[in-house]
């Protein structure tokens, strides 16, 4: 998931940053940091980008994706209330399944693009993008205010295993995950504690999102990087493994200042 962000230009002092619960594992594997959606990420590591890519086409790579926005809204019906703000089709989501969809405004224009899935009986599992988390939860909370509670997961951190090998390098600590299809989504226990993991990822090859507590994030990503087929992969490769597949989002800067104020209809000739 989702949205490209160019690392950031303008000065952005160290201290301003948010960081990860894996910002110093970064550093000790040598990678460059950057600021990024308003945190400090690694863009590369000591391969550079161009292996990095080929690395996740050709094995398996990790990616830290911490920095976007988890959340549980929960209440009385938290599907139907979902589509309120989404053109998704969120009643009909069975358990075990995730759909991706948008945010919109009262207009119909996009906000963002976000994931939302049902791992287990525990309401509405959403994670957004991190660049616009903050007014996301906003928006939400604001249009579903008395229908639904919103519980941001600050808690907890967010790996990806990208690659044709990351269904074998996962199988090796979640057999369970290994009889998952895309788009499935499970809570499940895993690594030694309760983990929400998906059958997803945005790089154009087959993978897993796996959402930890934070406490046990750099545990676990030690644990995964033992296996020889799997490595750390940056920000700089994640956007060109997405934009050589063809995935780029439909809520883009550029497409959310054109629809930000109106609807989406359907083109005819399509």
């Not at 019906?77 to 053109?87: D, G, K, V």
């Not at 090998?165 to 057999?175: G, S, T």
């Not at 995950?177 to 154009?204: C, E, H, Q, W």
Request: proline share 6%.
């Amino acid at each position: 998931m989702r949205l490209s962000h160019q690392p950031e230009s303008r000065n952005v002092s160290d201290e301003t940053l948010k960081t990860t619960p894996l910002h110093q594992a970064h550093i000790d594997a040598g990678a460059r940091m950057v600021p990024f959606a308003g945190y400090s990420m690694p863009v590369q590591y000591k391969d550079g980008v161009l292996k990095e890519h080929l690395w996740t086409r050709e094995h398996a790579g990790l990616f830290d994706v911490s920095h976007m926005g988890q959340a549980r809204l929960r209440g009385v019906s938290p599907l139907s209330a979902f589509e309120e703000i989404t053109p998704g089709d969120f009643i009909g989501l069975k358990p075990g399944k995730q759909r991706y969809s948008v945010l919109l405004n009262k207009q119909g224009g996009v906000i963002d693009d976000l994931m939302a899935a049902r791992p287990d009986d525990d309401g509405l599992f959403v994670v957004v993008n991190g660049a616009c988390k903050d007014n996301d939860f906003k928006v939400m909370d604001a249009e579903l205010a008395g229908q639904v509670t919103i519980e941001r997961l600050e808690d907890r951190a967010l790996l990806a295993v990208q690659g044709p090998e990351a269904a074998a390098v996962i199988a090796r600590h979640l057999p369970a995950a290994a009889k998952m299809v895309f788009m499935d989504s499970r809570a499940m226990p895993g690594f030694g504690t309760n983990i929400l993991i998906s059958r997803s990822g945005y790089t154009g090859e087959d993978g897993y999102e796996i959402s930890v507590p934070a406490s046990d994030a750099v545990r676990i990503w030690d644990l995964l990087l033992e296996d020889e087929r799997l490595k750390p992969i940056g920000l700089g490769a994640r956007d060109s493994l997405r934009l050589e597949a063809g995935c780029r989002s439909m809520a883009t800067t550029s497409m959310r200042r054109s629809v930000r104020s109106r609807p989406i209809w359907p083109s005819p000739s399509r």
